[in-house]
Structure formats: C-alpha cells, structure tokens
C-alpha cells in the first residue's frame, strides 16, 4: 500500500464536533492530498499539500482544512462536522507533480466517517 | 455536467467474459489517461495508463482513447473473479499537474465464477 497509514480507519462523531484525520507516509513523496469518495462523485479533491507548510485548496474545501508540518504528516481537520462531510477519506500521496504513469497517485485504505 | 461521465453499474459479467468499460469527456485538454481499480475498503491503485490517444496494453487489460470522440475504454479480457472490483477513469492536462486530475465515479464490476 505504498507506505501509507490512514487513521483512524472508522470515525462516527455529532454535527458540530471538530475532527482531525491523519495520513502518514514513509515514503518521503513531497505531494500529499486528500481527496473525499462519494456514491455518484467519485473521488474530489479537498485540499492538497506540495511541501512542509505548502497547501492549497482543492475543488470541494469548504468546510476543511490541513496542515502539514513534517513531510510525513498530512491533517485533514474538520472544524464544526456537518451530515453533509458523511464519507470516506481518502489520502493519497505522488513522488512528483505531473500525476501520470511515472508517478502515480498513491492512495491509502481510506477512513470512512460517519456525521450523526 | 460532469467533466468526466462514467456509467455507475453495477455490471455484472460470467468468468471469463470480455468486458468493455467506458468514459466520456468534455475538457478537450485532458492528456493523460488512467484507470484505477479499486477493491471494496480499499484504496484506489493506479492499472493503466495512456498518453493522447491510441491503444495500450498489458496482459489482460486494453486501455484506448479517441480524443476526437473524447471516448476512453479498459477492455478485460477473459475476465476472473478476481477482477470484481470498482473502476475508475482518470485524466489531467499534463501541464496542470497531478491535483488536477479529475475521477470518473466508477464503475462497479462483478465476475461471477
């Protein structure tokens, strides 16, 4: 799974509650994302990261924010949950910025949370 | 409208069956080619990729792209259970970079032994 460690795997918590994921990788690829998976959307990307303390907004961002203060490390923080941020997470990290066959998206298995 | 339109499923085929997966496009500068497949609870890895258009291939799997019909497909041949899987298109203008890559939804695939 190309060295990345999604957590936690599973989260269910109230509208309202701040909630932080985490991706982790040892791959020391510089590009990090988050993207979110969705019946009938696939995967959009939420913010993504192009260095330590390097981040930039992605097309569905509202709502979300990051951080990355080591290379391994990437944040996906969600300030005040809401039902509509119900989805599964996915971190993904690639070695360069041009995403192609010489340096694909690599994803990790993705944290599926639940906005009661 | 979606920049990328990918037929949901589920499509469901007896082992081993050709299968023809497809997407269309709108965004004419899209260059780069991709599909994913993605197991249940996991996450998506890179299959194919094809650079414009033409044909490539790699064992099993086919990958094409019109650009002028702005029309990809992943062909899979003589198909497995193991096959049984959610696919998913990808593409991106080279020069934009990978965070411009934009999915298709998927397409739920079932190989039934």
């Known amino acids: 799974d190309a060295g990345i460690t999604q957590s936690p795997r599973h989260k269910v918590t109230e509208t309202g509650t701040p909630v932080t994921l985490r991706c982790h990788q040892t791959e020391n690829h510089r590009y990090m994302y988050w993207y979110r998976q969705d019946p009938g959307h696939g995967l959009r990307l939420i913010h993504y990261s192009y260095g330590v303390k390097d981040t930039d907004k992605g097309e569905v961002s509202d709502g979300y924010s990051v951080s990355r203060s080591k290379t391994e490390d990437f944040l996906l923080t969600l300030e005040s949950a809401t039902s509509s941020q119900t989805s599964v997470y996915f971190c993904?990290?690639?070695?360069?910025?041009?995403?192609?066959?010489?340096?694909?998206?690599?994803f990790g298995n993705g944290t599926r949370l639940t906005v009661t | 409208q979606k920049e990328v339109e990918q037929d949901p499923g589920p499509l469901s085929v007896p082992e081993g069956a050709i299968v023809s997966l497809n997407c269309t496009y709108s965004?004419?500068?899209?260059?780069?080619f991709m599909w994913y497949r993605q197991y249940s609870r996991k996450g998506p890895e890179l299959l194919m990729y094809t650079y414009s258009s033409g044909n490539k291939e790699d064992g099993r799997f086919t990958a094409q792209v019109d650009k002028s019909s702005k029309y990809i497909s992943l062909f899979i041949r003589d198909s497995q259970p193991s096959d049984s899987a959610t696919y998913l298109c990808?593409?991106?203008?080279?020069?934009?970079?990978?965070?411009?890559?934009?999915f298709g939804a998927g397409t739920r695939l079932f190989v039934k032994a």
């Open positions: 990808a593409m991106n203008n080279h020069r934009a970079g990978g965070f411009k890559t934009i």
């Open positions: 993904a990290i690639s070695e360069s910025f041009l995403s192609s066959y010489n340096s694909p998206l690599h």
């Open positions: 965004n004419s500068a899209f260059q780069y």
